[in-house]
């Protein structure tokens, strides 16, 4: 249930970019400032590596192992973005999922009934096609709460 204020709850996405790492920088003064509770997640992208094995780019023993890292590195990001929140005396809920990014991202937004989805800055788009087929991207058109993608990093930097 939605509270009164504006902000109550901030998820925050992260996929490994510097800029995600900016979101959650700015994300996390955001939730000091609002007293909003905050929760970031990380996404697997399993769908990548079952396409990349089907392409017989890899074969299963490597799409595993390639799986394995990247847990590592998404349980790594979620640390240290616990680490910062916690340089701020902020208490942040992180999450490591599996999935499509975006459908896994989406249905955490509205399983949490986040008020607010901050993100890193979204790449440039080099075709129509890329419009489609970019999870953050997706992410960022189908979200039902309002989204804040993060520029700046310099002003990020100050402010955190």
């Known amino acids: 249930m939605q509270s009164d ?6 998820l925050l996405f992260t996929d490994g970019s510097e800029g995600s790492i900016y979101a959650a920088k700015y994300g996390i003064v955001l ?12 996404v697997v992208n399993i769908d990548l590596l079952k396409q990349l094995e089907r392409a017989r780019i890899f074969v ?3 799409e595993l192992d390639y799986e394995r890292d990247l847990e590592e590195d998404g349980r790594n990001y979620l640390r240290h973005i616990t680490e910062l929140a916690a340089h701020k005396g902020l208490r942040i809920e ?23 989805l901050i993100m890193g800055e979204l790449e440039p788009i080099l075709s129509r096609s890329d419009t489609f087929h ?26 955190y």
């Open 94 to 116: 992180t999450e490591l999922l599996k999935g499509t990014v975006h459908k896994i991202a989406i249905q955490k937004v509205e399983e949490w009934d986040a008020d607010l």
């Open 60 to 62: 299963k023993v490597e």
């Open 5 to 10: 204020r504006l902000i109550s709850k901030i």
């Open 134 to 159: 970019d999870e953050t991207e997706l992410i960022f058109r189908k979200a039902r709460c309002s989204v804040l993608v993060i520029k700046d990093s310099e002003r990020i930097d100050k402010i």
């Open 31 to 42: 939730a000091k400032n609002t007293g909003a509770e905050l929760k970031a997640i990380y």
